[in-house]
């Protein structure tokens, strides 16, 4: 289960005050990483040889969807393969240009891109925006936004209620797949 967080256990027990082997904490961890992946759409952690079709733009340039980019194995144009740089070049942000003057033609599919992407260590901001996520989960009792007992009473916010700082939805939108219609 460890292998599938998205920050680390022990820095999250530190703020909890609990060991980070407990079993709250993990599941409130995997739960948080869990929410992370699904929220950005990918694994953000390495995912090796993944072939998918994309479509032509009818420019230079195109993104690849999920970055950083850490290879390029293979570009099929309408299935015949392309050569790596003199048909095309790629970059670590995801930029796979269209070499010798020509274009990505501007159709549906006609582009099978075979590459590596992903986080060998996942970024500071995704493991920030994890952890915050995990400690309202291991701490917010569910549906109790006021909790009174003898002298004391706590009263969870907006990110109890909303479920989401602001800190973690500008990770999310840096983080997320990208598609044709991105900004």
């Not at 260590?121 to 995704?126: E, L, T």
């Not at 493991?127 to 996520?133: K, L, T």
């Not at 969870?156 to 700082?165: E, P, R």
Request: proline share 5%; with cysteine; aromatic share 6%.
């Amino acid at each position: 289960m460890a292998t599938d967080l998205l920050a680390d256990p022990a820095e999250l027990a530190v703020w909890l005050g609990r060991p980070a082997d407990d079993p709250k904490l993990l599941a409130a961890l995997q739960a948080a990483s869990r929410r992370f992946r699904g929220a950005v759409g990918h694994p953000v952690t390495i995912v090796a040889g993944e072939t998918l079709r994309l479509d032509g733009t009818g420019r230079e340039a195109l993104l690849l969807p999920v970055w950083p980019t850490v290879a390029v194995s293979s570009v099929k144009l309408d299935g015949t393969t392309l050569v790596e740089a003199a048909d095309y070049a790629w970059s670590q942000a995801g930029m796979l240009r269209r070499l010798g003057g020509t274009c990505w033609p501007d159709r549906l599919g006609c582009l099978e891109v075979t590459y590596t992407h992903g986080w060998a260590q996942v970024p500071d901001d995704i493991a920030e925006v994890v952890i915050d996520q995990a400690r309202a989960l291991y701490t917010v009792t569910p549906g109790v936004q006021s909790k009174a007992v003898g002298g004391q009473s706590v009263t969870f916010g907006a990110q109890a209620a909303v479920g989401v700082t602001d800190q973690w939805t500008r990770a999310v939108n840096r983080h997320k797949v990208r598609t044709g219609s991105d900004p």
